[in-house]
C-alpha cells in the first residue's frame, strides 16, 4: 500500500509563488508516474500535471508556463512549484502515485489527502 503525505499548500497574494511536496512512502512500484491533480468547490477534480518515469511532463492548459512538476526518484518525491500564482488557482491540490506496467498503462492509483491551496490579496 502507498501513502502519500501532502506539503506546502497555504496562502498566496496573486502573482506570488508557492510550491507543493509530495513524499510517497510503503509499497512503491516502479515504474511509476507522479502528478497533481485540483478540485475547486463545486467543480471536477482536474490534472494540473504529471511526470512520467523517465521526467516528461504534460500540464493543464491554464497551467503552462507557470507551474512546473518535478521528482525525485531517490526520495519518491514530487513538486509542483507554482509561479505567477492567479485567484482561480485557489484549490484542493491532490498529489498521486501510478503504478504502471511494462506498456506505460495505469493499473493502480494512489491519493494523497489534499492539501489547500489559496491565492488572495
Known amino acids: 500500500q502507498v501513502k502519500l503525505m501532502e506539503s506546502g499548500g497555504g496562502l498566496a497574494q496573486p502573482g506570488g509563488s508557492l510550491r507543493l511536496s509530495c513524499a510517497a512512502s510503503?509499497?512503491?512500484?516502479?515504474?511509476?508516474?507522479m502528478g497533481w491533480y485540483r478540485q475547486a468547490p463545486g467543480k471536477q477534480r482536474t490534472l494540473v500535471a504529471a511526470?512520467?518515469?523517465?521526467?516528461?511532463?504534460v500540464y493543464g492548459d491554464s497551467v503552462k508556463g507557470r507551474f512546473i512538476i518535478s521528482r525525485d526518484n531517490s526520495t519518491n518525491t514530487s513538486y509542483l512549484q507554482m509561479n505567477s500564482l492567479k485567484p482561480e488557482d485557489t484549490a484542493v491540490y491532490y498529489c498521486?502515485?501510478?503504478?504502471?506496467?511494462?506498456?506505460?498503462?495505469?493499473?493502480?492509483?494512489?491519493w494523497g489527502q489534499g492539501t489547500q491551496v489559496t491565492v488572495s490579496s
Open positions: 511526470v512520467t518515469p523517465v521526467g516528461s511532463t
Open positions: 498521486n502515485v501510478d503504478a504502471l506496467d511494462r506498456y506505460g498503462n495505469i493499473v493502480q492509483r494512489s
Open positions: 510503503g509499497i512503491i512500484s516502479n515504474p511509476n508516474g
